[in-house]
Each structure stands twice: as structure tokens, then as C-alpha cells.
């Protein structure tokens, strides 16, 4: 398995892998110079799949710990390797990629919403799934003897640690953050599979946004493309500035045509019109648009510049960590020319194999840019 993105190889960062294996332990950097990964599992089963990880607690800390969520609080950990309520559907992606997936007693995710979710570690199957961040209840939460659960918002968390409930805020809407909530998230897991997961997640992040900043460095912002990105189409949908969709849109090299802040944001058609964006992505989860659309006198749809984002384990431009395909992906659209070189479905297949120890086939590739379901098992 390599551990180094087709997509962030070009002339310009040849040396990459070199500077990875520098900055990693000896035995990940032993693991890349004989072109396969290290023995990520507990179990010592390299490139096993999530599934079979099992719980992927042996080396938790037998010791209290603190831990500081995303709004400040310094929660304790009981030791141990406890089980886990992820009531955050973007997150339990990152906890499923930091090896936890078997640890998982409560989801918000559900089978049928994220369905490769589920491929990818059915060991979830077992768990309480589709039980939402508000409706979770504290004595359910109790009675499984959770041990650690991440939610959405600062309130959230707050109302459940009055229980007795170790809850952490994960919540992001900036680049850096996110990379900051992973850090949090594997410390909270407590092993080393987690940490050095985490490690190598954002030394990927960084050599693409450096990348990507590098290459667009001398593109003018007036020449960059305004980005409108539709999040539903019934009722119309969009997310505006200060969002993680912002951030990816703006590190891509586009500019956001919204002008009004915020996720989910209820907008009409005419005030689409007056931002007349040059480019609209829409999310993976929005709906078809209708023949009857007036959505079709845009001009970025006559142009055909409106495009549909990819959705794997998570959808690519929202908040799980396949942000940073989205990334790849959004930059290959909005300038062609500059990323002709990037490989987005072995940039794919690389990421999977690498982060949820999933060997994609062909198929399943273009299934996920094509926003689809996996295909029957």
C-alpha cells in the first residue's frame, strides 16, 4: 500500500516522500521505504480492513486523562479502551480512520444514509445506529457504560457532561480546526494507531494545500472563479462564508459568490441570479434538479460548469475528512489546466487504502465520483 498520493507527486514535490518518512516513526518510515504500509492494526494485520480491527483499544493508557475539547473544556477520560457514542455524522468518519470503528456502541450514522460508511466497517452494524446528537439519551448512554462521546456543539456537550457523560465538542468550520479536532479525537481514543493515523493525515493535508497554494499563487483573485455551492434544491439551499465548504472553495482557487454567512442557508432563485456564479457545485446528498428549474438560465449551467460532488464514506465537501479529495478534486475543476496532472480516482484509492485499509476496485472508484452507492454486495 502507498502511502503517498498520486495527486501531490508532481515535479515540484518529488522529494515528498522523502520529507513523509523523515518526519514519521522508524517503523512508518521503514514501512514506506519498503513500499508498504506499517502494521497500522493492534492486531499487527497491515492493510486489514476496518472491520477487522476489532476494537483497536489494547493500547489506551491505563491512566486518567484530560482531554480539551473544541470549545475550551478539559474533559477526563476514565482509562481504558471504552465505548464510544459518535452523535456527530461527520465525525464518525474520523473516528472510524483513527481505528475506533469497533469501539462504536452509538452512531448518528445509519446504513441506509451512508451506506459506504457501513461497507467499509460493518463492524458498526452491531452498534445502536441513527440515534441523533438532540435525541441521544443520557441514560441510554449511561446504561452502555460510555465511556467517551463526541458531539456537534459546545451546548450539546455541556448538557451531557451535567449527566455524568465524558462529552467532547468536535465541531470545525475552518481548515486548521479540523486538523486540530483530529488531533483532539486521537488523543481521546488514546492509542498509537490514532496518533500516528492522525500525524499522517495532516502531513498529507499539508502537502496539498501547499500545493495547491503554490500553484495558484499566480492566479489574480479577480481571475479566480465565483464558486456557488448548493447544498439542497428543495427547499433551495446554500452554504455561505465562514463554513469549511468556504474554505475548501477558497484554497481551490475559487472565490465564494455568497454573500451571506453560515450552512444550510435558505436563499431564492432571484438572489442566485444576482450573484450569477461562474461555477455551482452542488452537494452529493441535494437532490436532482427539475426540468421546470430556473435554476437552467444560469449561466454556469448553460456553460456546463455545475457539477456534483463526489460522496464516499462521507460527503467530499462537507465535514468529513475526505475534505481533502475535495480539495483535489474541486482544484482540478475550477482550473483544469493548472491540475491536469492530478489523479483524482488513484488519489482515491490511495486514500482509502490508506485511511480505512479498503482496496477500492474500479468500479467502486467511480461510483464515489459519481456520488453513488456502493454496488451490491
Known amino acids: 500500500m502507498r502511502l503517498v498520493h498520486t495527486c501531490i507527486l508532481p515535479a515540484g514535490l518529488a522529494a515528498f516522500p522523502l520529507v513523509l518518512a523523515l518526519a514519521m516513526s522508524p517503523v512508518m518510515a521503514a514501512g514506506i521505504a519498503r513500499g508498504s504500509a506499517p502494521p497500522l492494526s493492534p492486531t499487527g494485520e497491515s492493510g486489514a480492513p476496518v472491520a477487522e480491527q476489532g476494537a483497536a483499544g489494547q493500547e489506551v493508557t491505563g491512566q486518567e486523562r484530560t482531554v480539551t475539547d473544541m470549545a475550551g473544556a478539559a474533559v477526563m477520560l476514565r482509562p481504558g479502551p471504552t465505548p464510544i457514542a459518535d452523535l456527530w455524522f461527520a465525525h464518525n468518519e474520523i473516528t472510524v480512520m483513527l481505528g475506533a470503528a469497533g469501539r462504536i456502541v452509538v452512531s448518528a450514522e445509519n446504513p441506509k444514509d451512508r451506506p459506504w460508511l457501513f461497507r467499509i466497517a460493518p463492524v458498526l452494524l452491531r452498534a445502536e445506529t441513527g440515534i441523533k446528537p438532540d435525541s441521544a439519551s443520557a441514560e441510554d448512554l449511561l446504561a452502555r457504560h460510555v465511556g467517551l462521546v463526541f458531539v456537534p456543539s459546545r451546548a450539546r456537550a455541556e448538557d451531557l457532561r451535567r449527566t455524568g457523560l465524558p462529552a467532547l465538542a468536535a465541531d470545525y468550520m475552518t481548515l486548521p480546526d479540523m486538523l486540530r479536532s483530529l488531533d483532539m479525537t486521537a488523543q481521546a481514543i488514546g492509542t498509537a494507531q490514532a496518533a500516528e493515523t492522525a500525524r499522517l493525515y495532516r502531513q498529507k493535508m499539508d502537502a496539498v494545500t501547499t500545493l495547491l497554494h503554490q500553484r495558484l499563487a499566480s492566479v489574480a ?157
Open 221 to 377: 483573485m479577480q481571475d479566480r472563479p465565483r464558486v456557488l455551492h448548493i447544498a439542497r434544491l428543495d427547499p433551495l439551499q446554500i452554504d455561505g462564508t465562514g463554513t469549511l465548504i468556504d474554505a475548501w472553495i477558497q484554497a481551490a482557487g475559487g472565490r465564494n459568490a455568497a454573500t451571506v454567512g453560515g450552512n444550510h442557508r435558505p436563499v431564492t432563485f432571484e438572489q442566485i441570479a444576482v450573484w450569477n456564479p461562474d461555477v455551482v457545485i452542488i452537494d452529493s446528498g441535494a437532490g436532482d434538479i427539475a426540468a421546470s428549474s430556473p435554476l437552467h438560465a444560469l449561466a454556469a449551467y448553460r456553460n456546463a460548469r455545475w457539477w456534483r460532488s463526489p460522496r464516499g464514506v462521507f460527503a467530499w465537501d462537507r465535514y468529513g475528512a475526505e475534505v481533502l479529495l475535495q480539495l483535489q478534486w474541486a482544484a482540478q475543476h475550477l482550473h483544469p489546466t493548472l491540475f491536469a496532472d492530478l489523479d483524482i480516482p488513484a488519489a482515491t484509492r490511495d486514500f482509502y487504502r490508506t485511511f480505512f485499509h479498503y482496496t477500492l476496485t474500479a468500479d467502486e472508484t467511480a461510483r464515489i465520483l459519481a456520488a453513488q452507492p456502493p454496488p451490491a454486495p
